[in-house]
């Protein structure tokens, strides 16, 4: 503290995975410690989203990552993961006393199955690099000086040479995270693309009678379409729920529909029950069928790939008499049926919203950023890292890998850059 005002180096706004991994690799880049680095959270305790992640396990990545599994600028998203890619991240991990496992889905879990070691892990490496954590610290205006920055909020007025602004989206604001990192980066003359959740759960209108499949889970495919014309498609697990659909298929579809029912386009979402199959191979299949066991009934015969319920469900849908035997289905029921089973339109009525939802799609346009460093294009000194930037990844723990590579970036090319300048400024004083 100088003359009342409290300097320091480098401030990091936002303790989620971003922030933390910011903290720590700005902070490994300066062995002998001349560096002030401090943590700035508004929350009571930070990384609230990495204790809730993956049902409480933290899935903290993937055991393959591409530009496939992100949305945004790929050129861009693909240099920026390139920096820090799955091997030095499970590596990281391990220097920090987290061990990962692989489980069949592909994604990474910590060995003792619980988020809380992870975020243990980089709150006491933060500790042991000596990074200061202010918790309860919200930031409410950040002001450029001649010299760094000025950040005022509820912990008083901070003063920095370098800021990284890590203040996530607006998905579960109670964590913390509550879109105000936007507004202030805005004030600094960064533009915000929309933005709207993603990875949440969809609404389905009430009158479609889905409440009695609440809780079944099978493999679908999902298919968002405007004017006929397919925008996107997701293969996985679909969960009914008592309001809609859930799962990684329905969550990972979420932000197609609702940015096209954003913008009036009148999205439609289909439902292939059975994913793999043409129309022709289930036609053929029912056909098959009819000749094989005449007398089992159809819901006995369509109850062998699909749940009971489920395929009572969509018979009801189809208007078929399921009772009836397989030998007296008509060409016409048939063709209905297959028309149910393979592309039935889901009523979406919208979306569990922000509370619910697991990221933000928007954010700062990554050309707003140099992907070699995450320093803004607009202010040198500024640095942007995690999900505040306009890209998201899909179900699988792609999310926390672009925390964990735009953080270290963002940190090591900061402190970097400091450190080089200090170096020039010592070398001309001697
Ligand atoms: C329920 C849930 C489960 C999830 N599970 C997974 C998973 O298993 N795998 C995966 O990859 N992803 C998962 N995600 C997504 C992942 O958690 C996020 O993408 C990731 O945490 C984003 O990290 P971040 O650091 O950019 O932002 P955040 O984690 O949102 O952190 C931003 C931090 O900044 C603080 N902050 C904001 N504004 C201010 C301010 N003005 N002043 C001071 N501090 C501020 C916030 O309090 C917060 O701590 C999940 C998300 C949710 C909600």
Excluded at 241 to 255: E, F, K, N, V
Excluded at 304 to 331: N, S, W, Y
């Amino acid at each position: 503290m100088e003359g009342g005002r409290d300097d320091s180096d480098i401030v990091i706004i936002g303790a989620g995975a971003a922030g933390l991994a910011a903290a720590i690799f700005a902070a490994q880049q300066d062995p002998h410690r001349k560096l002030r680095i401090v943590l700035l959270e508004t929350a009571r305790k930070p990384g609230a989203k990495i204790l809730v992640s993956g049902g409480g396990r933290c899935n903290v990545t993937h055991h393959e990552v591409s530009t496939g599994d992100f949305h945004g600028k790929k050129n861009i998203i693909r240099n920026i993961l390139n920096a820090f890619d799955i091997r030095q991240t499970v590596e990281w991990f391990r220097s920090l006393g987290v061990e990962l496992k692989r489980e069949e889905t592909g994604k990474l879990f910590p060995v003792s199955n619980k988020a809380r070691t992870v975020i243990d892990a980089l709150l006491q490496r933060c500790q042991d690099l000596g990074v200061e954590l202010l918790q309860k610290w919200r930031v409410e205006t950040i002001v450029r000086e001649d010299q760094g920055w000025t950040l005022k909020g509820s912990g008083g007025e901070l003063h920095c040479q370098r800021l990284i602004a890590a203040t996530g989206g607006k998905s579960l604001p109670k964590s913390g995270s509550d879109g105000h990192g936007w507004k202030m980066i805005k004030s600094l003359g960064h533009s915000v693309t929309d933005t709207w959740p993603a990875l949440v759960g969809l609404l389905i209108q009430e009158d479609h009678g889905h409440q009695s499949l609440s809780g079944i889970s099978h493999p679908a495919r999902l298919s968002v379409s405007v004017d006929d014309k397919t925008i996107e498609t997701t293969d996985g697990e679909m969960l009914w729920t008592h309001t809609g659909i859930s799962g990684p298929a329905a969550m990972d579809i979420s932000r197609t529909w609702i940015r096209h029912n954003d913008l009036e386009h009148e999205p439609q979402m289909l439902l292939d029950l059975l994913p793999g199959d043409t129309r022709q191979d289930v036609d053929r299949w029912l056909i098959d069928g009819a000749r094989e066991a005449p007398n089992r009934s159809i819901l006995q015969h369509i109850s062998g790939k699909l749940p009971r319920r489920v395929a009572e469900f969509i018979g009801t849908h189809a208007g078929v008499d399921l009772g009836c035997k397989m030998a007296q289905f008509t060409k016409e029921s048939r063709r209905q049926l297959v028309t149910e089973l393979t592309s039935h339109l889901l009523p979406i009525c919208g979306h569990r919203g922000w509370t619910l939802a697991e990221v933000t799609a928007g954010g700062v346009p990554l050309e707003e950023i140099a992907y070699q460093t995450m320093q803004s294009r607009i202010h040198e000194g500024l640095y942007l890292a995690g999900e505040i930037l306009d890209c998201e990844g899909r179900i699988g723990g792609f999310n926390f890998q672009w925390a964990w590579t735009t953080g270290s970036i963002a940190g090591a090319c900061c402190a970097r850059s400091l450190m080089r300048q200090d170096h020039t400024e010592s070398a001309i004083e001697n």
